[in-house]
């Protein structure tokens, strides 16, 4: 009885860092696209290219990536015990 708990508590956590992660992807993207069109708007100029997206974006992306590494860590620390 222990093991199968033991077993559904780990797919469990697997379960619910999982959709922390697609959560904040989600909530990060959702700003990136809000953040860089008020940056197209205000610079009519502007055409929207990708390498620009990214370069204009790039504290999302390495905010989605701390963040990520951190509840992988979390993860790693909750299966070795």
Known sequence: MKELYAATTTESVLLIIGASILISGIIIGCAMIRDYRNY?????KARFTLADFFR?????LFLFLVLTIIILQNLWYLIER
């Open 40 to 44: 197209l708007n205000e610079h009519i």
């Open 56 to 60: 204009r974006e790039r504290f999302y």
